[in-house]
Structures are given as structure tokens and as C-alpha cells.
């Protein structure tokens, strides 16, 4: 009960200020969005059970991306945004040198089939730093959890096959900003997320331009295009280094209630 009373008690002033502001009051009530993307990747790269990792052949894939946030009026309590990323890619190599993969011993001159599936899914927790019809920026922290694996079998009957799993959580630092373009309803964006520790690396970054072509009480429709890109640079990340980038164009929506 002491929860609905501080937010009984804080919702009057808040509202009252962002009146006062000339903001709009829909989110400060209350803000859900909703969206997915789907994004074309390009991939190169490398991935192994020690260092250097060979590099495989990857063809090229869609991908899809989704995700809903919630932003509140309580501002000590972060929002949050739950997102769900595919990110797998497939190939044929002929491998030029003598590897272990996954208990696995291939030998030169080898015609394999590569693939890695890293999907992951974001839990993120922001705070809003600027929200106007302007600009927006939000800052916080990115718990991803990556789940997935990696695997090398011979294109042969009866051939080799090396697989390794890995599922960890990496936490990351998020930044998400968009500046409003007034009288066109357009807007320009950028998004990302980073960590870095030893000899590792991981970040998801996007940028691109939305519109808006709805704009009603009841709920905004934006669409969205831009070129994002992912690379997992991971040492030993339950034995699997690996040095991969996923790159490419993406188109979106986004529905705000």
C-alpha cells in the first residue's frame, strides 16, 4: 500500500511540471512501445576453441529483432525495454589449415559446413536524461544474455561434427538518443551497447532515420530504417573465441500506446 501512496503523491507534481514545460502528459503517465525490425546482415569473422580462431565463410541472412519498453512517471525507478535478437549465420569453408573444434580434430583441405547462433536477449534498465518533442537521450545498463552455439562438420557421410554451447550473461552500458526534426515528422536515432574487458569485446550499435505516420490519442505508428551492427570479439566465453561481425541495413516499426 506505501508504494500506491509515494506514487499517488508524486504523479500530481510531475504531471503539474511537465504541464508547466509545455510537454505532452501521455507518457508521463504511462508509455508502452512495441516494435521489431527486420535486418539484413553481412557476416565475416572467426570462431574456434583457442586463438587464432580460422575464419569461415558465412552467407548472408535476414534477421529479426523485437522488442517493448515502459517508461514511467516514478523517477527513481529505472524503465525498462526487453529485447529479443536473432543473430545466426550459416556457411560452407574449405578450411586451409589443420583445427580442433569441439573435441574434433579437421585436417587441411577440408570442405566443412560453419554455423553460429548468438541470439540473445537484452534486459535493459534507463533513465530518460532529456524527453521532449526534440530530443531524447536515455542512459543505463544492458544485462544480455547470450545463448546459443557453434558448430564445424565435414560436408561427408559419417563426418565430423564439433559443437560448443554457450550460454553467459554480459552485462553492457546502453545509450539511446533521437532528435526530432520539427514540422516533418521525421527523426534521426542511434542506439548501442558496450562492453569491453581483457582481451574482449562486444557491441550492438544502430543508427537511422524514423517517421512518424500516425499520430493519434490512442497510439503513434513510426517507421524506421538504419544500418546496424554487431561484432562479439569473446575470449573464452564457456571455450569459444571468437571474432565475428554481423553488419548490414534493417526496417522496422514501432507502435507507442
Known sequence: MKKYTVIKTLLPVMLGSVLFSGQTCADTLLGVYVGGDGWRTDVTGSFGNSEPAPAFAFNSKTQGSFYIALEHPVPVLPNIRVAHNQLEAQGVTLIDSQFSFGGENFT?????ANQVDLTNTDIVLYYEILDNSLVALDFGLNAKHVDGSASVSEQS?????????????????????????????????????????????????????????????????????GYRAVNLRLDDLDNLYSNLDFKGVFAGIELHF
Open 108 to 112: 587441411v583441405n577440408t570442405t566443412v
Open 157 to 225: 557421410p559419417n563426418g565430423l561434427q564439433g559443437e560448443e554451447t554457450v550460454s553467459q550473461w554480459l552485462p553492457l552500458v546502453y545509450i539511446s538518443s533521437k532528435v526530432g526534426l520539427p514540422l516533418t515528422g521525421l527523426d534521426v536515432f542511434a542506439q548501442g551497447s558496450y562492453i569491453g574487458w581483457s582481451d574482449s569485446r562486444m557491441y550492438d550499435v544502430q543508427a537511422g532515420v524514423g517517421y512518424e505516420i500516425v499520430d493519434s490519442l490512442a497510439v503513434d505508428i513510426r517507421i524506421k530504417v
